[in-house]
C-alpha cells in the first residue's frame, strides 16, 4: 500500500503518551471485555457498559499528551494512521458531495496505550478498534495491528512489533480497520446508527444481533467504497493489498472467532457477520463505489 507523502490528518488526538490508569480495575472486568470482543464479536458498546459496571475504580484521567519521544516507528505509525485518516477525510468530503449533496464532517481519532476513556465509558485495549458516537471519536491502541499479524496471522507476523511500518504487509488490512471505524461515524451522522439503537432497545435478543450484523456490515461496504474512492485518488493501492483486506474480513467474522474460541457455532448469537457476508459486503463496497449498494438493511444479507 501506498501512503507516504500525503497529508497527514490534524484531526489525530495521542494519548499514548499518558492516560488512566487500571489501579482498581477487576480481573473479571478484563476477562469480560476481552471474551466479549475478541471470541464473540459483542456490539462494542455493549460490552462497554459491561467493563464500566467492574472499572469504576479506575483511577486518574485520560491525558491528550502524545509521547515525549516517540522512535522512528512510533512516529511511523503516527504518520501512517494519520495519513489514512487524511485519506478518509479527502474520499469522503467527495463522496459526500457527489452522491448524498450533503457536507462531511470528519471524526477525531484517538491513539491510546491500554485504557482510554470515551464518550461511550472506559474501554480496554482487549476491544479492540471502537467508534463512540456519544464524542464522535475512533479509538485505537494501536498494539491491536501486532495483534492482527502474531495472533490472527493477518498481514503475516514478520517485524510484529507495534505497528511496525516499513512498507511490510498487512498495511492495507490496517487501513480496512480504519476505514471500517470511520464508516460507523457516517452512520452516525446520516442518523443510521441512532435508528439501529431505538430499533434494538424494542426487539428479541435475536432481532437485535441481526440488527447490529447488518450495521456492521454496512460499515465494512462503506469501508470498500472508501477504497474505491481513494484509489481513484491516489492509486495507493498495490497487487495483494486487496486480498490481504479479505483475509482480515475473514479473520474476524462471528463464525471464524467462535469456532476458534468454542469449537462450534451458533449464528443467531452473531453481531458483526459471518466471514463470508463480511467478505461480500467490502467487496460490494469495493467494486462498485456507490453508497447507495450499501443499504444492508434492505437487502438480503
Not at 46 to 64: F, I, L, M, N, P
Not at 70 to 76: A, K
Not at 158 to 184: C, I, K, M, P
Not at 211 to 231: K, P
Request: aromatic share 8%.
Amino acid at each position: 500500500m501506498r501512503w507516504k507523502g500525503r497529508r497527514v490528518s490534524s484531526n489525530v488526538e495521542d494519548r499514548r503518551g499518558g492516560g488512566a490508569k487500571a489501579g482498581g480495575i477487576s480481573i473479571i472486568g478484563l476477562i469480560v471485555a476481552f471474551v466479549a470482543w475478541k471470541f464473540f464479536g459483542v456490539d462494542p458498546q455493549q460490552a462497554y457498559q459491561t467493563t464500566k459496571q467492574v472499572t469504576q475504580g479506575v483511577s486518574g484521567t485520560a491525558e491528550t499528551r502524545g509521547l515525549e519521544n516517540p522512535t522512528p516507528e512510533q512516529q511511523e505509525s503516527i504518520d501512517f494512521v494519520g495519513t489514512v485518516l487524511a485519506d478518509t477525510e479527502d474520499t469522503w468530503t467527495q463522496v459526500f458531495q457527489q452522491q448524498l449533496n450533503q457536507q462531511y464532517v470528519p471524526p477525531k481519532l484517538v491513539l491510546f496505550n491500554g485504557i482510554v476513556n470515551s464518550g461511550c465509558g472506559t474501554a480496554q485495549a482487549a476491544m479492540g478498534p471502537f467508534y463512540c458516537p456519544a464524542d464522535q471519536k475512533v479509538y485505537i491502541d494501536t498494539a491491536f495491528f501486532k495483534d492482527m499479524r502474531t495472533q490472527m496471522g493477518i498481514g503475516g507476523e514478520q517485524n510484529a512489533t507495534e505497528l511496525s511500518r516499513n512498507d511490510q504487509a498487512g498495511d492495507f488490512a490496517q487501513a480496512y480497520v480504519v476505514a471500517h471505524e470511520v464508516g460507523h461515524h457516517i452512520q452516525t451522522i446520516l442518523g443510521i446508527s441512532s435508528q439501529v439503537q431505538q430499533a434494538r432497545q424494542q426487539a428479541s435478543e435475536v432481532q437485535s444481533n441481526q440488527l447490529s450484523v447488518r450495521q456492521e456490515l454496512q460499515a465494512d461496504c462503506l469501508a470498500g467504497v472508501w477504497a474505491y474512492h481513494n484509489h481513484q485518488r491516489t492509486q495507493f493501492l498495490e497487487q495483494g493489498d486487496v486480498q490481504e483486506a479479505m483475509d482480515a474480513a475473514h479473520k474476524i467474522g462471528d463464525d471464524y472467532l467462535q469456532k476458534r474460541a468454542r469449537g462450534q457455532v451458533v449464528p443467531d448469537s452473531f453481531t458483526h457477520g459471518s466471514s463470508a457476508q463480511r467478505v461480500q459486503w467490502f467487496n460490494t463496497g469495493l467494486k462498485s463505489g456507490q453508497v447507495s449498494n450499501c443499504d444492508t438493511f434492505n437487502q438480503n444479507i
